[in-house]
């Protein structure tokens, strides 16, 4: 069975730009959640959706912004990107309750 | 929301048993606690999660005492490839299907040969 599928896998951008960011999550898991992590850090929470609603939200701008869609896949959006936004973006899902499934992250870079 | 605190960094040689504690004074009654293992530019790997006493899988074991405000992760007769960075999480689901899932500096753990 496919795991977390994320991409892209790296890009880079640069001060100001948007970028949009996707997951797709193990077959059957209605929750994904998105982490931030950079270098040297543990991941810090961003969001986390469960049937297709926002359910929670970390201490992030309102640049940070995100959606699942119907089939449970999810995006999330950074607007006016910022240096500080450069990170490995990890989305996990996850069965109602339990352990969370991460994909590979998508390294972002600003410039 | 509970906040973990850990070692920043072990090293231990193969062969050894490795013990990694985690403090959650704040826990909840709620609150699951469950720990991860990451490699270099990879996702978390789930290793095992608890609520209360011992848990053991194949790969780890995980004691909690009763007052639940720390646990210890044991990883028998590490190798090469358990040195990654060890995180202990705390947090629960409610009916809603909301969670928020805390993750702290988490632990570099080193396996030398």
């Known amino acids: 069975d496919a795991g977390v599928t994320q991409s892209p896998t790296h890009l880079i951008k640069t001060r100001g730009q948007h970028v949009t960011l996707r997951c797709s999550p193990i077959s059957g898991h209605k929750s994904v959640s998105w982490y931030q992590q950079v270098l040297g850090q543990g991941p810090q929470f961003i969001f986390q959706y469960y049937e297709k609603e926002e359910r929670g939200r970390g201490n992030f701008p309102d640049r940070f912004s995100a959606r699942q869609f119907p089939n449970y896949s999810s995006e999330l959006n950074v607007n006016a990107l910022l240096l500080g936004d450069s990170a490995l973006y990890l989305c996990?899902?996850?069965?109602?309750?339990?352990?969370?499934?991460f994909g590979e992250g998508s390294r972002l870079t600003v410039l | 929301l509970a906040k973990t605190t850990q070692p920043i960094s072990m090293d231990s040689y193969e062969g050894q048993e490795v013990n990694i504690t985690c403090s959650h004074n704040n826990i909840a009654t709620n609150d699951y606690i469950t720990w991860y293992q990451q490699f270099p530019s990879q996702g978390p790997r789930f290793i095992i999660q608890?609520?209360?006493t011992k848990v053991t899988n194949e790969v780890a074991s995980l004691f909690i005492p009763a007052d639940r405000k720390s646990s210890t992760l044991s990883l028998p007769r590490v190798s090469l490839s358990d040195t990654a960075v060890y995180y202990c999480l705390v947090g629960s689901w409610t009916t809603s299907g909301t969670y928020k899932y805390i993750f702290g500096t988490g632990t570099r753990l080193k396996v030398l040969a």
């Open positions: 608890g609520y209360k």
């Open positions: 996990a899902s996850s069965p109602q309750g339990g352990e969370l499934f």
